[in-house]
């Protein structure tokens, strides 16, 4: 008998109440009755985003919501600039370049955020840019990009900071307004606790100015078309209601815990998982810049992380993500977004120091454990 | 945002898919449809009681069927024995007096087995006595009492061997028909991992004979009734219907995964427990002949261990049982049985320990759960 455990970073679990939410019969979209509900979900969004723009959703997952940021505000030829520090910031050049944009990479080491004066000299030498796109958690590495500088340096000119925020948004405070992004995205199976199938997106004013002479072609992702139909409280196409009637009880769920403690518990939860990597003599992937998102461990070298990853799967239900590319088979990402708390944690590390153990690599069990409840205590209640 | 771990010895965790089953439209009970499920649901309890009799199905609590075990086999005035080593043996002799049986006590000290030899000397001593009423689990102390060493003694006498087995069939072997068990009663929510509404109980060859000549009063507990409704393929009353279907999915579960696997899997987790306990250097209730259903184990004298066990479910999300009576404050009880992995053991124990340290025990963190980790790593695959 094997319990499932996922711990990946998306899609996570599901709430018994927004499945509950989600198992309610279905309704007709062209209804006051999923109007109202639609129209309660876009508050919530909207806080959720720290945004006074609308935030619209398209039945997609978060790269549709990418392509979307691209079509709606660029032109054939546009010169973006592109930050690549890993698969999902190499995912933008790949989106840019499918539809025509002349993008430019800043390459940036995995495990590393991107440097804001080296994006500054990019910006100062190539005037032409038009859009800096960037993940403000970049999920393959395990690091974050400091996007509170980068929208400082993107505002001052006619640039627009297009942010990823698929592992971010309800992980860690990324006020859109504030800072000033002018593109936030995210998608429904990351920190909203909803399975896969929805994406959102909001842009600010000079986004929504720049989308009114972007000249890319689109259709089914026509963010003006969303628009639109948001003011009459629907949406332009045929919207995911189920996924919706769970949206509604999900953001419920964040607002009665509150946005800032929602950022704690994540914050705490990837501490405590650092302090057990620490604890087993791990090397953190992304030891700078570290996202509350996810935890990246670089597994022992006897150990090939690709099967250790899926004997944890497999053997003992616990499912962490293992590495892309050049990490492949030599890093574990342990998750801590949406629905987790202290004993996801706990489970993940202990499963994680067992299988070590199996694979040979002599930890002392219940060490990354102890370091990580050490970790953990500050949060109790007395 | 807390989880809930429910790991108090019943009601249990429900599985999803026990839940699924249960969440299917309601079906009538008088119908062919319902008589196949009811069909199948008696096969497989006859596999889990390991007997060849009937196993009748009542719309009630475990006591419900205790009950139904005095009046169906008992006329007024009727000598029996009780076995008392806890709550539950104190409860055979509550319903024996409200019966106007004539109980006599074994009294057992908590957190032991009764020793079969004083009940041999008893059984000797009174030769009217017609019954002998046993928990083969005592879920108050978290002890097992000998079931075989006792069949043994009634089997060869005119003793009718009555055993409460709600928190031990499905937990450990207790093989009806083998050892010549004369009654064995348990409930839906303990290892059949369902929610508390379904008793079971099966009578031996001697036991109905037993029950045509009994003349205390009954009539929604009466077994000849149920009997006879069971060869219909139905039962006399109204069934708990969506439990049933239920049923037939838990019973299902436990026959994939094999009873002596869901044994193996109780005694390991519970063997886990007790070397989590020694590792923190607490005493076992139960030392000599602990239950795999749960373990007792004695907070230290310092500790408050119904505030700590408070504590646990409203800070922590994490439910244990407390002591009961004499034991009050003084232990936590924890749970294997059922729907229980690994995970949930590990869990128990960690929240365990850091809450001892909130409650101001230095424990060290990690100790416990890694002395587990320890003794589970055997039943990991290679």
Redesign the interface.
Same mark, same amino acid.
């Given at each position: 008998?094997?319990?499932n !455990?996922l711990l990946a970073p998306g899609p996570t679990p599901v709430p018994p109440r927004v499945a509950l939410a989600m198992?309610q019969p279905i309704i007709h979209h062209r209804t006051p009755q999923f109007s109202r509900i639609f129209a309660e979900a876009q508050h919530g969004l909207k806080r959720l985003f720290q945004t006074e723009q609308d935030v619209l959703m398209l039945a997609a997952s978060g790269t549709g919501a990418m392509e979307s940021a691209i079509t709606n505000l660029f032109s054939p030829g546009d010169e973006v600039l592109v930050i690549n520090g890993g698969k999902f910031g190499e995912r933008w050049g790949k989106i840019a370049t499918a539809y025509g944009l002349t993008p430019t990479e800043v390459r940036v080491p995995w495990g590393a955020g991107v440097r804001v004066d080296e994006v500054r000299a990019v910006l100062d030498r190539q005037p032409g840019i038009r859009g800096v796109c960037v993940q403000a958690s970049e999920t393959s590495t395990a690091a974050v990009h400091p996007i509170e500088d980068l929208a400082a340096l993107t505002r001052e000119r006619d640039v627009l900071l297009i942010v990823d925020g698929i592992t971010a948004v309800g992980v860690f405070d990324l006020p859109m307004d504030r800072w000033g992004i002018d593109v936030l995205i995210t998608g429904s199976q990351k920190a909203l606790m909803l399975p896969p199938g929805l994406a959102f997106i909001a842009l600010s004013e000079r986004a929504w100015e720049r989308s009114a002479t972007a000249r890319l072609p689109r259709f089914y992702f026509d963010l003006a078309r969303e628009r639109a139909a948001l003011a009459q409280h629907t949406s332009a196409w045929t919207p995911a209601i189920s996924l919706v009637l769970g949206l509604r009880e999900s953001l419920a @769920?964040l607002f009665e =815990?509150g946005l800032p403690? &929602?950022f704690d518990?994540h914050a705490r939860l990837a501490a405590a998982t650092r302090a057990a990597g620490r604890a087993l003599g791990l090397q953190l992937v992304a030891p700078e810049v570290p996202s509350p998102a996810l935890t990246g461990l670089y597994t022992p070298s006897t150990v090939d992380g690709g099967k250790l990853v899926a004997y944890l799967r497999d053997?003992?239900? &616990?499912t962490f993500a293992g590495g892309q590319d050049h990490l492949k088979g030599k890093i574990v990402r342990i998750a801590h977004l949406g !629905?987790m #708390? &202290?004993?996801?944690t706990?489970?993940a590390i202990?499963?994680f =120091?067992?299988a070590l153990?199996?694979f040979g690599h002599n930890v002392?069990?219940?060490? #990354?454990?102890?370091?990580a409840? =050490?970790a953990? @205590?500050a949060a109790?209640?007395?």
């Open positions: 008998m094997i319990k !455990y198992a @769920m =815990e403690r &929602v518990r053997c003992m239900g &616990v !629905y #708390g &202290v004993f996801d706990l489970t202990a499963a =120091e067992m153990r199996r002392p069990l219940g060490c #990354g454990v102890g370091a409840q =050490e953990l @205590m109790l209640p007395e």
